[in-house]
Nanobody
């Protein structure tokens, strides 16, 4: 079955950086676009970034454009989110996602907290 396992979250000061990772298994990774979402307390889940396959083109939410970079390694079946110039409003649980024939799968999430 599809499994997505996120890692790399933590506590960081404003202006700092983090790199999130998502390990994927149980499906043909190189056939599917991958996404990062986030959800802050009391808010709806928000799409942060998408990367297609195999071309690897990417799209970003306006709130993270120019600060975050999504990437993938089709050999290792990994997707990454490099987050720079972090702001307190980036604080959220971050989730990896894949949609396979209309059926979404999610990881357990990794918490990112931006605070001084």
């Amino acid at each position: 079955q599809v499994q997505l396992v996120e890692s790399g979250g933590g506590l960081v000061q404003p202006g700092g950086s983090l790199r999130l990772s998502c390990a994927a298994s149980g499906f043909t990774f190189n056939l599917y676009a991958m996404r990062w979402y986030r959800q802050a307390p009391g808010k709806e889940r928000e799409l942060v970034a998408t990367i297609t396959s195999p071309g690897g083109s990417s799209n970003y939410a306006d709130s993270v454009k120019g600060r975050f970079t999504i990437s993938r390694d089709n050999v290792k079946k990994m997707v990454y989110l490099q987050m720079n110039s972090l702001k307190p409003e980036d604080t959220a649980m971050y989730y990896c996602n894949v949609n396979i024939r209309g059926d979404p799968s999610w990881g357990q999430g990794t918490q990112v907290t931006v605070s001084s």
